[in-house]
Each structure stands twice: as structure tokens, then as C-alpha cells.
């Protein structure tokens, strides 16, 4: 058990949830910044960003564990 939980608590995740190359990259839906969807994602990064930001300035950490991580 202490195992299981060293994976979670002590080992950073894989997947960056807000992209290194910018908030633009990385979409999730085909057609790029035009559509509606992957400019509410854009947004939704934007502000998971000013969230971190404004409650560990000095300690941001933008991944998340994947989606398949459960299974």
C-alpha cells in the first residue's frame, strides 16, 4: 500500500494538463484555435494558471496524470 501510494504522492505526472510550449498547443479537438471547443480549453488553462498563481506563486505544478491512469 505505502508502494501504491509513493506512485501518486512522490513521482510527478507524465502528461502536462498545460502544455511547455504555451497554453495554444497541444489542442484536443481537430480545427485548431477556430473552434469553440478548444478555445474554451485555451481559457480553462488560462485560468487553472492565474488559480496556481495566485495561491502557490512560487510552487506551479500544470500536470496531470493521464486519463487511463485508473485502469
Known amino acids: 500500500m505505502v508502494r501504491f501510494y509513493d506512485i501518486f504522492v512522490f513521482t510527478p505526472p507524465y502528461e502536462s494538463f498545460i502544455p511547455a510550449d504555451g497554453v495554444d ?28 498563481q495566485r495561491f502557490q506563486p512560487d510552487r506551479i505544478q500544470t500536470e496531470q496524470w493521464p486519463l487511463s491512469i485508473e485502469t
Not at 497541444?26 to 487553472?48: M, S, T
Open 25 to 52: 498547443t497541444a489542442l484536443f479537438f481537430p480545427g485548431g484555435l477556430d473552434e469553440p471547443r478548444n478555445q474554451g480549453l485555451v481559457k480553462f488553462r488560462h485560468a487553472v494558471i492565474k488559480l496556481a
